[in-house]
């Protein structure tokens, strides 16, 4: 399972970072959500997965077959975070439309370029 | 010690009560008021620290390292501290120099979480809550970045927040990684873990993935990009505000995970830093000598002087470290000064272009006076605090038989004399060009003056008392090359 997981999480960061190279600003926020996405998987599997084991110490589960709570406590928080992000970032986007009208990201020399 | 958890409390309790006041003439006391009251909560910290050695604190009651640890050492005192005196030039400033577009309760909320993240990175003892504050300090800086939503602010803040995010993400990697392979993210937790270990290469992956995530904060060498092409967009007290605080924040992650637990491969990461350190230093001052704007002069200058405190981790001898220290702390004041003195120029003037501006030497000695004194301590003329920070680094350097990076140090220090001396000439010796002179030139009033006096004077005194800081910076340093007790205290909670 582990395997399979990591390869999903090589794919994810490469066709993140094809979309960031990408010319437009939307598909530019779809990498985005693709890295964001391949970072907590990674995170989540950075424990190792025990399947089929709870979380928690309830008492009669011996020590031994708990899953670590820690990195999905940790992927939660990571998760919230990186949605707060892409929504400011759509948003952010948004307006930039709406004041350049351009979905361009080469249209974007306008601050390199004035000495 | 639950006043530990102060500096994170302070700014978040402003920030809630900046929802509740929502008028301007409130917040003209809020803000000021409220920075000052970190402030000197910082400095009271700061002797409590001398007096009982290190605090901690471990939230929610467990104990360390299952709980989030925070820590106050000297060097998370010493960035408490000269940080929130920016806050208070800078709060300050903005009641004065903020367009009427942004509204100042609005401006202040902001200010007040990202002063919230910001000091909750300095202070905290856990690699997951670093990385929260982080994202705390980012959206913070986002929303101030836009502020005004202009068409070149919107661009701005497009390049800033794609590489932030990318840096972020490789951040929470190197955290998962590091976590896999170690077990816990408690820093103390880390650095006894990590002492004894022996597999220098499986600990690189995690280390340069930080590397490369802070680099991009601190805007070292490669890394660097997002910053000449946002921080001159937005309104200058914002600049001026990321100026001082944001790129050190990755400076102090870098020293504290450099010296706390990544010292495995020392000869490798050593290396390594002081090659970006010197291409860091001179291309920032190449790049600054070339530009005509001031703030994209002092923009550049940034990433050049970054190159000064990555240079001291790079050396790493106790005085190095300590240099590094200094600087970055002399560094934050002279920089927001000099930030502060362009957008004076620019209020005045009504430009930043320097060849559209002169004369003003005439017109205004007394900016003339606040402008030269953050700028010589940047290019490091005694006896102002620039001249002792770079001299302790240029001594540790030659000490140590790091004679290439000395070498780049002195020269860059003459570029950025350069740059200095280039906005001197053309803003205030020169005359004002025939074109614009029938424009006529606004006034400044009196409390216009008190943010830049204010750093001026801290900037001065810095390097009157020298000594003083020399002290305890080498304190924090000792601290920071031999974390036995950092280790102890968290851990153990045991007190030397």
């Known amino acids: ?115 | 010690m639950t006043i530990v958890a102060l500096p994170i409390l302070i700014p978040f309790a402003l920030a809630i009560s900046l929802l509740v006041f929502r008028t301007t003439k409130v917040c003209r006391w809020v803000g000021p008021l409220g920075s000052f009251a970190i402030f000197m909560f910082s400095i009271s910290l700061f002797f409590r620290l001398k007096t009982d050695g290190i605090l901690t604190l471990n939230m929610g009651g467990w104990d360390a390292p299952f709980a989030i640890v925070l820590v106050v050492d000297y060097l998370s005192a010493l960035m408490l501290m000269v940080s929130s005196l920016i806050l208070i030039a800078v709060s300050l400033f903005a009641i004065r120099f903020l367009p009427d577009d942004i509204p100042l309760p609005r401006f202040y909320f902001f200010f007040f979480t990202l002063t919230m993240g910001m000091n909750g990175a300095f202070i905290t003892g856990d690699v997951f809550n670093l990385y929260v504050w982080f994202e705390v300090m980012l959206i913070s800086s986002f929303v101030l970045i836009t502020m005004g939503k202009k068409k070149e602010q919107l661009e701005g803040g497009i390049k800033y927040l794609a590489l932030n995010l990318l840096g972020s993400f490789l951040f929470l990697a190197g955290l998962g990684l590091l976590y896999g392979k170690t077990g816990t993210l408690n820093m103390a937790h880390l650095a006894e873990i990590l002492k004894n270990d022996n597999q220098a290469t499986l600990m690189n992956t995690s280390a340069i993935l930080f590397f490369v995530a802070f680099g991009i904060k601190a805007a070292v060498f490669p890394l660097f990009f997002w910053l000449p092409a946002s921080y001159h967009t937005p309104n200058i007290a914002i600049t001026s505000l990321f100026a001082g605080l944001l790129t050190k924040v990755g400076v102090y992650t870098l020293i504290r995970f450099f010296t706390l637990f990544f010292v495995h491969d020392q000869h490798f990461w050593h290396n390594l830093l002081l090659i970006i350190a010197g291409l860091t230093m001179v291309t920032g001052g190449m790049a600054a000598a070339s530009y005509y704007e001031t703030r994209r002069i002092l923009s550049y200058h940034i990433i050049s002087q970054i190159g000064y405190m990555i240079m001291g981790l790079g050396i790493f001898t106790p005085l190095a470290i300590a240099g590094a220290v200094f600087f970055t702390l002399h560094n934050m004041i002279a920089k927001t000064g000099a930030f502060l003195a362009s957008g004076m120029i620019a209020k005045i003037k009504g430009t930043y272009h320097l060849k559209e501006v002169g004369g003003l030497y005439k017109q205004n000695p007394l900016l003339a006076v606040l402008f030269i004194v953050p700028a010589f301590a940047l290019a490091g003329v005694p006896p102002l605090s620039g001249f002792f920070a770079k001299f302790m680094l240029i001594k540790a350097g030659i000490e140590s038989g790091s004679y290439i990076i000395t070498t780049v140090a002195l020269l860059t220090g003459l570029l950025t004399l350069y740059s200095m001396i280039k906005i001197w000439n053309e803003a205030f010796l020169k005359k004002q060009p025939e074109n614009q002179a029938n424009q006529k030139p606004i006034k400044l009033n009196w409390a216009d003056y008190v943010p830049l006096a204010i750093l001026a004077t801290a900037s001065v005194l810095m390097g009157i008392f020298a000594a003083t800081v020399f002290t305890v910076t080498m304190e924090a340093a000792n601290q920071l090359i031999e974390p036995t007790n950092y280790i102890d205290t968290v851990l153990r909670n045991k007190t030397p």
């Open chain 1, 1 to 115: 399972m582990e395997v399979i997981l990591a390869i999903l999480v090589g794919v994810l960061y490469t066709a993140g970072v094809y979309m960031l190279l990408r010319r437009s600003i939307l598909k530019f926020i779809i990498g985005i959500i693709f890295m964001s996405n391949a970072t907590n998987l990674l995170v989540f599997l950075s424990a190792g997965l025990i399947p089929g084991s709870p979380a928690f110490v309830d008492g009669t589960t011996t020590t031994a077959h708990l899953a670590d709570p820690l990195p999905q406590a940790l992927v939660l928080t990571a998760i919230v975070i990186g949605l707060g992000m892409v929504v400011f970032i759509l948003a952010l986007k948004y307006k930039f439309f709406e004041v350049t009208g351009t979905d361009d990201l080469d249209q974007l020399k306008q601050t390199d370029s004035q000495k």
